[in-house]
C-alpha cells in the first residue's frame, strides 16, 4: 500500500462504550485471514486519561481485531519528543492514572492537583464541605517548571484555582501572587476539543472547554494572555506529524517497501497551523517525513454536521458557531471544508480503496 488512515475513535467507531455498527464491518475489511492489517493504521484520538495500553485493548474488544497500542496515538503521546521538560518537576492535571501515564511519557517528577491541594488544604475553598476544619498549611516549596493539562479534570473549580495559583506564584502556590511573572512557567496542553460526542443526543463538554476558562480567568486576573509552550492533539500539525511517524513504522516493520504517499484522516479534519509565537522546534524531528497528501474523509456519525455553513470570508464572519477550534488557531475555510463526505467508516474504507484502486 501506498496509503495509510488514521481513525479517530469518538463518533466514527464509537459512541461513548457503544460500537457504531459499521465499525466491525470496516474493520474485517482491514485485516486478512490472520488478523494483520493490510494497511497502516493508527488510531488518532484526543483522550487523555489513560495508557496507549488500554485504548488498544478497548479498541481491540470493541472492533473483534487484534491492535496493538503501537497502533494507537492518544493526545499526550507527542509528549514523548519534549524530552527538554522530562527531567523537570511537572504539575499534571486531568483524570485517571496521571503519574503513570506521565511516566510513561518520560516525566520523572510529576505531581497531580489532588497532591498540591494536600499540601496546601488553605487554598482549595470553593466547595465548603471539603474546606479544612484546621487552618494550617504545610511549607511545600512545589517550585513546578512546567504545567501540563492532559485533559478535563473532574473537579474544575480545584483545578482552575491550583493552576492559577502555580501560574501566578512560579511554582510557590502558598504564596502571594505577583503579576511580575511573566510570561509565565511553560504550559503544555493535550486535546482542545470544544466538544465531544457520547450517549447524549448533543455533543458535551470537551477540554476545549476547561481551556476557555482557564485562558479567561488568567486574562481576567492580570490582563495579560495565557501562552502556550506547545498545542497537541487534533487538529494540531505536531498530531498529525507524530501520526505519520507511527505510520511510516508500522510499514517499516511491515517491509513494505513502497513509500506511504497519502494519509485518509477519517472523521478528523486536515492539521490547522498555530501561532508563530508558539516553539516549533519539536518540528525538526519530523521534517524529512511529510507524505505528500493528507485526505479528510468525514463521516456524519459524529460532531461533524454536513448542513452546518461555512463562512467564505473569514474576517468576516467568522463566530463560535462555525469555527469551535482553539483560540490559538488560525481559521482557514479551506481547510474545514472536508475533502469527502461519507455516512460512516464503512463508506469511508470503500471510498478509500476506489480511490487508491487497492483490492485487497
Known amino acids: 500500500p501506498s496509503f495509510g488512515f488514521l481513525f479517530d475513535i469518538d463518533g466514527v467507531l464509537v459512541r461513548g462504550k457503544t460500537p457504531i455498527p459499521a465499525a466491525k464491518t470496516a474493520f474485517q475489511k482491514l485485516v486478512n485471514s490472520q488478523g494483520q492489517f493490510l494497511v497502516?493504521?493508527?488510531?488518532?484520538?484526543?483522550?487523555?486519561?489513560?495508557?496507549?495500553?488500554?485504548?488498544?485493548d478497548q479498541l481491540s474488544h470493541l472492533l473483534g481485531v487484534p491492535i496493538s497500542q503501537d497502533q494507537v496515538m492518544m493526545s499526550h503521546s507527542p509528549l514523548r519528543m519534549f524530552k527538554r521538560y522530562h527531567e523537570k518537576c511537572?504539575?499534571?492535571?486531568?483524570?485517571?492514572?496521571?503519574?503513570?501515564?506521565?511516566?510513561?511519557?518520560?516525566?520523572?517528577?510529576?505531581?497531580?492537583?489532588?497532591?498540591?491541594?494536600?499540601?496546601?488544604?488553605?487554598?482549595?475553598?470553593?466547595?465548603?464541605?471539603?474546606?479544612?476544619?484546621?487552618?494550617?498549611?504545610?511549607?511545600f516549596c512545589f517550585k513546578s517548571l512546567s504545567v501540563v493539562l492532559f485533559g478535563e479534570p473532574v473537579r474544575w473549580e480545584t483545578n482552575l484555582q491550583l493552576i492559577i495559583d502555580v501560574l501566578l506564584t512560579s511554582g510557590y502556590p502558598g504564596n502571594p501572587y505577583h503579576q511580575e511573572n511573566y510570561p509565565h512557567i511553560p504550559v503544555l496542553a493535550c486535546n482542545m476539543d470544544l466538544m465531544w460526542v457520547a450517549e447524549a443526543q448533543?455533543?458535551?463538554?470537551?477540554?476545549?472547554?476547561?481551556?476557555?476558562?482557564?485562558?479567561?480567568?488568567y486574562k481576567k486576573i492580570t490582563g495579560k494572555d495565557l501562552k502556550y509552550e506547545a498545542l497537541m492533539g487534533k487538529?494540531?500539525?505536531?498530531?498529525?506529524?507524530?501520526?505519520?511517524?507511527?505510520?511510516?513504522?508500522?510499514?517499516?516493520?511491515?517491509?513494505?517497501?513502497?513509500?506511504?504517499?497519502?494519509?485518509?484522516?477519517?472523521?478528523?479534519?486536515?492539521?490547522?497551523?498555530?501561532?508563530e509565537e508558539i516553539d516549533n522546534s519539536w518540528e525538526n524531528e519530523f521534517a524529512s517525513a511529510a507524505a505528500a497528501h493528507c485526505r479528510s474523509v468525514l463521516v456524519c456519525t459524529g460532531?461533524?454536521?454536513?448542513?452546518?455553513?461555512?463562512?467564505?470570508?473569514?474576517?468576516?464572519?467568522?463566530?463560535?458557531?462555525?469555527?469551535?477550534g482553539h483560540r490559538d488557531f488560525r481559521f482557514d475555510p479551506g481547510l474545514v471544508e472536508p475533502d469527502h463526505i461519507v455516512p460512516d467508516v464503512d463508506a469511508a474504507v470503500d471510498l478509500v480503496f476506489q480511490l487508491e484502486n487497492f483490492a485487497p
Open 90 to 139: 511537572v504539575l499534571v492535571s486531568g483524570q485517571g492514572p496521571l503519574l503513570d501515564i506521565a511516566q510513561d511519557l518520560g516525566f520523572c517528577q510529576p505531581i497531580t492537583i489532588e497532591t498540591l491541594r494536600e499540601k496546601h488544604p488553605l487554598l482549595d475553598v470553593v466547595d465548603h464541605d471539603r474546606r479544612p476544619n484546621v487552618l494550617v498549611s504545610d511549607y
Open 303 to 324: 460532531v461533524y454536521n454536513p448542513h452546518t455553513e461555512v463562512p467564505l470570508d473569514p474576517g468576516e464572519s467568522v463566530t463560535e458557531t462555525v469555527f469551535h
Open 202 to 217: 448533543s455533543p458535551r463538554f470537551g477540554h476545549g472547554t476547561f481551556m476557555v476558562c482557564l485562558e479567561n480567568i
Open 40 to 56: 497502516p493504521v493508527v488510531f488518532v484520538t484526543n483522550a487523555g486519561n489513560c495508557l496507549r495500553q488500554k485504548k488498544a
Open 235 to 275: 487538529p494540531s500539525k505536531l498530531t498529525y506529524q507524530y501520526a505519520e511517524y507511527l505510520v511510516r513504522a508500522q510499514a517499516a516493520e511491515r517491509q513494505w517497501k513502497q513509500p506511504i504517499q497519502t494519509l485518509y484522516a477519517v472523521g478528523g479534519s486536515a492539521a490547522l497551523s498555530q501561532d
